[in-house]
């Protein structure tokens, strides 16, 4: 167990394994970010690109690099990034039922962030609305933890509880919804494969980029491992912008 006598700063989190970065705050405005009162996520979104390479778990690195909290992020709230050992089931709708006692936090307006240990043999990806009001948080994705500024607080630290294993009937739903998101990306996309560069058929152009844009909207949970493709008049493909 840490040293540290804080369970919500940064020498904590890194003690602990946390991947995290400096993610934007609550202001009086409504968010740190410079859409400030019009931002639609305050003080719910990273405060630099690239979060997800970049998040670490070295107090060093965190302390002193600018890219993090080492310059004018200083002051800047705590992400952590999800899917390395832990996922996480959010709450919007208060407690929920039938879940083990694991790490545990909770935001003034009853937003309840569960933390459980990534199975081996899944890869959790992210899920909005798993049951209404209820999100997963894996691979790719990242949940604000409790810090000083922020308004959410441990009600079991990882101090205080162990990490649990994520009760089978969660495990099941979440196994679900991604086969059955796979079956339905797998259709829509009428058994077309995305992931490369594609020469298109003669005549086929418009069908293949509406299947595509049928595709990205199906996908949209997804969106953070999107590749931006372009459609080539001259060679008649579809190329992947780098
Ligand atoms: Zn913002």
Redesign the pocket.
Known sequence: MPNTESTNDLAYYAELGFRVFPN?YRTDA???????RS???????PAIKGYQNLASSEFKNLTLSRNLFGGKFRNHDIGGLTGFGFFVVDSDKGELEGLPETWKSKSANRGFHYFFKAPSGISIRNIKDLIPGVDIKGQRGYVVLPSEINNREWINSPHEAELADAPTWILEKIQHHQTTQEQVYSEISGGFDFTSATILEEGTRNETLFKYGCYLRACADRLATFRIWRFSERSNRLLIAH
């Open positions: 934007h409504g968010c740190s970010c410079k859409d400030a931002c639609e996520k305050p003080g719910k979104h």
